[in-house]
């Protein structure tokens, strides 16, 4: 479902397979770091075979010292569980059996960036936080620049993976993320005036400074009516 290069790849059981028992648990890690060497390169999408050694490392269940892959054919990739952030958090009900798995949330706004980094972690974490204390993680993909605090989604997705301490989510590409139409987050400074009647009149403080707009992401061509 997923593959991060030089570091691993992501498993999921798809729905119509046999031996399919649920949504919980039908996720895992593959650790290829310690691979054997000729082993095939597998691609998203690819149904395959894997023969390894399955472990707890610092938390994170994995497959890893993979001696056999097999690529067996090809299926679509599951489609994401939609989930409440908080289930889906560090310590949260559905977020050790729904590890390794693709989840959605929705309608959500960030309450932080760049929290502090776990163990085996360093700062900055070029991550950010969610509703519910769900981090966004930048595995696969980094939003930069990382958004504001208050900035809101409309949807993120990807896979929901434990390291360092905590449990992630890892959006895979632009795709994975959005932000809906902006919305005004602020203004200032504060004192900013404008004339009225004057045409293209920009606003100011009785200082000089220019009013600064902040939006929740960004604004669509051609601005509004």
Do not use: H
């Amino acid at each position: 479902t997923a593959i991060a290069a030089e570091a691993g790849l992501f498993l999921q059981i798809p729905v119509d397979a046999e031996g399919y028992d649920g949504e919980a648990y039908s996720g895992l890690y593959v650790y290829t770091g310690n691979q054997a060497e000729g082993l095939p390169a597998p691609a998203v999408g690819d149904v395959i075979t894997v023969t390894g050694t399955y472990d707890d490392f610092f938390g994170q269940l994995q497959v890893s010292r993979i001696t056999g892959l097999t690529v067996d054919g090809q299926a679509d990739v599951p489609p994401p569980i939609l989930v409440a952030p908080a289930d889906v958090a560090t310590g949260g009900a559905r977020a050790g059996e729904l590890e390794g798995v693709r989840v959605r949330i929705e309608d959500v706004g960030v309450t932080a960036i760049n929290p502090p980094a776990g163990p085996g972690d360093g700062d900055p974490t070029n991550a950010f936080v969610v509703d519910g204390g769900l981090r966004i993680n930048d595995l696969f993909y980094a939003v930069d620049p990382l958004p504001m605090v208050g900035a809101r989604f409309a949807f993120i997705q990807g896979m929901l993976r434990f390291a360092n301490g905590d449990s992630k989510l890892e959006p895979t590409g632009m795709a994975d993320l959005s932000t809906g139409p902006a919305e005004v987050a602020g203004l200032g400074p504060a004192g900013a005036i404008t004339r009225a009647g004057v045409a293209d009149a920009v606003p100011t403080t009785p200082g000089g400074e220019a009013l600064i707009v902040r939006l929740t992401g960004p604004a669509e061509e051609g601005g509004q009516p």
